[in-house]
T-cell receptor, first 110, second 114 residues
Framework: GEDVEQSLFLSVREGDSSVINCTYT??????LYWYKQEPGAGLQLLTY?????DMKQDQRLTVLLNKKDKHLSLRIADTQTGDSAIYFC??????????FGKGTRLHILP | EAGVAQSPRYKIIEKRQSVAFWCNPI?????LYWYQQILGQGPKLLIQ????????DSQLPKDRFSAERLKGVDSTLKIQPAKLEDSAVYLC????????????FGQGTRLTVV
């Protein structure tokens, strides 16, 4: 089956690192994604990782993939107030289908 | 490059009425998606088109929802008749199937059924 699970809330102090975790079920997923949604806006792709990679780094973002455990994480270094949003993990099992989790709301503490 | 355009942005209707949403994907994008996002939840895929053919509509409530993509470009999603539980944001996205299937999203149509 296709299912993506992630925790609903995360609070982090400004300047600290945020780590958002996700598990997925379809081992055939070729790509895994992190999308960001700010209030009243559509979804914006932050980054993605190909399934044969373990890690991908892009400026303040680090994606880690444990394919054996079907676990994906997003680390945001030096978290800023502008990072406050809902972060969605998503998998792409086949035919460009994209399945989303329920989203993790990241709250930044001053 | 123009993004995915959706209209209207907001719609309020009474239950049992009909409503239609329109989406214009990014030029040249073969894949078009309609998602339903209920408040506090993640987007749920309703239907996926590849050009003007349906790839996946397994989660589309076909007794009341219909969608078409004539000529493989614009798409409309219709609800008839609407129920209270259809209140949600309806998101359209498109991708070009080049490399990673990155989906580009429109701003969505917020539907309120009263």
């Amino acid at each position: 089956g296709e299912d993506v699970e992630q925790s609903l809330f995360l609070s982090v102090r400004e300047g600290d690192s945020s780590v958002i975790n996700c598990t997925y079920t379809d081992s055939s997923s070729t790509y895994l994604y992190w999308y960001k949604q700010e209030p009243g806006a559509g979804l914006q792709l932050l980054t993605y990782i190909f399934s044969n990679m373990d890690m991908k780094q892009d400026q303040r973002l680090t994606v880690l993939l444990n394919k054996k455990d079907k676990h994906l994480s997003l680390r945001i270094a030096d978290t800023q107030t502008g990072d406050s949003a809902i972060y969605f993990c998503a998998e792409s099992p086949r035919d460009d289908k994209i399945i989303f989790g329920k989203g993790t709301r990241l709250h930044i503490l001053p | 490059e123009a993004g995915v355009a959706q209209s209207p942005r907001y719609k309020i209707i009474e239950k049992r009425q009909s409503v239609a949403f329109w989406c214009n994907p990014i030029s040249g994008h073969a894949t078009l998606y309609w998602y339903q996002q209920i408040l506090g939840q993640g987007p749920k895929l309703l239907i996926q088109f590849q050009n003007n053919g349906v790839v996946d509509d397994s989660q589309l409530p076909k007794d009341r929802f219909s969608a078409e993509r004539l000529k493989g470009v614009d798409s409309t999603l219709k609800i008839q008749p609407a129920k209270l539980e259809d209140s949600a944001v309806y998101l359209c996205a498109s991708s070009d199937r080049q490399g990673a299937p990155e989906a580009f999203f429109g701003q969505g149509t917020r539907l309120t059924v009263v």
